[in-house]
């Protein structure tokens, strides 16, 4: 078994902000009581997790199964509990993709992206339901 490399936090000793350091980069973070643009969310960053996870997957089988993919992007949302600790109840999960596409190519890369390779929707899955769907542009 691998072990990841290590996420550092750190506080900007002000209010709730953050810095999250990676091996790739960083993000701030903020509580979502401060004022807007000084940071993501914990939640908001995890659902952006789930969306650059499986559209990074769907973009790279798409190209290899050749399709003329022209735009793409993912949408995630989400259901949250009312009381603390506020977690995702469920999430819903909406591909974008503008093409000339065969709809069942599209269909099997989003299979194999959720089913298959998608490491962070293998890590929420057993947690609370995933739905998704996709509209292709033409």
């Given at each position: 078994?691998?072990?990841?490399?290590?996420?550092?936090?750190?506080?900007?000793?002000?209010?709730?902000?953050?810095?999250?350091?990676?091996?790739?980069?960083?993000?701030?973070?903020?509580?979502?009581?401060?004022?807007?643009?000084?940071?993501?969310?914990?939640?908001?960053?995890?659902?952006?997790?789930?969306?650059?996870?499986?559209?990074?997957?769907?973009?790279?089988?798409?190209?290899?199964?050749?399709?003329?993919?022209?735009?793409?992007?993912?949408?995630?949302?989400?259901?949250?509990?009312?009381?603390?600790?506020?977690?995702?109840?469920?999430?819903?999960?909406?591909?974008?993709?503008?093409?000339?596409?065969?709809?069942?190519?599209?269909?099997?890369?989003?299979?194999?992206?959720?089913?298959?390779?998608?490491?962070v929707e293998a890590t929420l899955r057993p947690a609370?339901?995933i739905t998704s769907r996709y509209?292709?542009?033409?």
């Amino acid at each position: 078994m691998a072990r990841s490399k290590p996420v550092t936090v750190s506080w900007k000793n002000e209010g709730l902000l953050f810095e999250a350091v990676t091996a790739h980069g960083s993000v701030a973070l903020a509580s979502g009581l401060d004022e807007p643009g000084n940071g993501v969310t914990p939640m908001e960053l995890l659902a952006s997790s789930l969306g650059a996870c499986t559209a990074m997957d769907v973009a790279s089988i798409l190209v290899k199964m050749r399709q003329p993919l022209e735009a793409f992007s993912v949408e995630v949302s989400g259901e949250r509990a009312d009381e603390h600790p506020k977690r995702f109840t469920s999430l819903e999960v909406v591909y974008h993709l503008r093409g000339d596409l065969d709809e069942r190519k599209v269909e099997r890369a989003i299979s194999l992206s959720e089913e298959r390779y998608c490491s962070v929707e293998a890590t929420l899955r057993p947690a609370l339901p995933i739905t998704s769907r996709y509209v292709i542009e033409r």
